[in-house]
Nanobody, 124 residues
Framework: QVHLVESGGGLVEAGASLRLSCAAS????????MAWFRQAPGKEREFVAGFRWTGANPYYANSVKGRCTISRDAAEKTVYLQIDSLKQEDTAVYYCAVSLSSILTTDYARYRHWGQGTQVTVSS
C-alpha cells in the first residue's frame, strides 16, 4: 500500500512562489509514475505535472509550463512541485498521486493512490 501526504500549501499573493511536498511511504517501484493534480471549486480535477518515479520524463500542463518544476528526493521518497509566478487561477487543492503504470497519463482515473490534498490560495 502506498501512502501519500502533501504539504506546503497556503495563502500567497499573486507573483509569489510555493513549493509543495508529497511524502510517500510504502512500496513504490521505479516503473510507477507520479503526478500532481489540482482541483478548483466547481471544476474537474486537472493534471499539473508528472514524471516516472525515477524522475525521468517530466511533463507539464500548458497552464503551468515554464512556471512549474517537478522534482524528487529519492532518499526521502518525497516529490516536490515548485510553482513560480503564481496567478489567481492557480488557486485550487493540489493532490499528488501514484499510478502503477510506467506510462505517464494526464487522466486522473488512472491513478491508484492519492494524498489528502493541500490548499493553495492566490490573492490579487
Amino acid at each position: 500500500q502506498v501512502h501519500l501526504v502533501e504539504s506546503g500549501g497556503g495563502l500567497v499573493e499573486a507573483g509569489a512562489s510555493l513549493r509543495l511536498s508529497c511524502a510517500a511511504s510504502g512500496r513504490i517501484f521505479n516503473t510507477y509514475t507520479m503526478a500532481w493534480f489540482r482541483q478548483a471549486p466547481g471544476k474537474e480535477r486537472e493534471f499539473v505535472a508528472g514524471f516516472r518515479w525515477t524522475g525521468a520524463n517530466p511533463y507539464y500542463a500548458n497552464s503551468v509550463k515554464g512556471r512549474c518544476t517537478i522534482s524528487r528526493d529519492a532518499a526521502e521518497k518525497t516529490v516536490y512541485l515548485q510553482i513560480d509566478s503564481l496567478k489567481q487561477e492557480d488557486t485550487a487543492v493540489y493532490y499528488c498521486a501514484v499510478s502503477l503504470s510506467s506510462i505517464l497519463t494526464t487522466d486522473y482515473a488512472r491513478y491508484r493512490h492519492w494524498g489528502q490534498g493541500t490548499q493553495v490560495t492566490v490573492s490579487s
